[in-house]
């Protein structure tokens, strides 16, 4: 059974840093890509962050570049996202999901991920 499940997720004030990770099994997760989506209150849930299996490719959206860093460990099968300089925009239900390769034109997009995490919330706030 495949399973990704997130944790790191927590209270911050706004400029700190969390860590948050995707713990995968069932799966090998060094043949597949892993992305980070967020939803906030309200809105529609968009992507952040996706890494490649292969060739280490990566894509950030351009609201977190700078600020966030995904990476793998494939040994461990996770995948981290290190995010520092928080603001409260980035306020929301962070989920991991999986799906074959990262595409430059379609990372970002729901329906062609396989499976998906329950989500960690992150809340930016003083």
């Known amino acids: 059974q495949v399973q990704l499940v997130e944790s790191g997720g927590g209270l911050v004030q706004p400029g700190g840093s969390l860590r948050l990770s995707c713990a995968a099994s069932?799966?090998?997760?060094?043949?597949?890509?892993i992305s980070w989506f967020r939803q906030a209150p309200g809105k529609e849930r968009e992507g952040v962050s996706c890494?490649?299996?292969?060739?280490?490719?990566?894509y950030y959206a351009d609201s977190v570049k700078g600020r966030f860093t995904i990476s793998r460990d494939n040994a461990k099968n996770t995948v981290s996202l290190q995010m520092n300089s928080l603001k409260p925009e980035d306020t929301a239900v962070y989920y991991c999901?999986?799906?074959?390769?990262?595409?430059?034109?379609?990372?970002?997009?729901?329906?062609?991920?396989?499976?998906w995490g329950q989500g960690t919330q992150v809340t930016v706030s003083s």
């Open positions: 999901a999986s799906r074959r390769r990262c595409y430059s034109s379609s990372w970002y997009i729901q329906s062609p991920y396989d499976y």
């Open positions: 069932g799966f090998t997760s060094d043949r597949y890509a």
């Open positions: 890494i490649s299996s292969s060739d280490g490719t990566i």
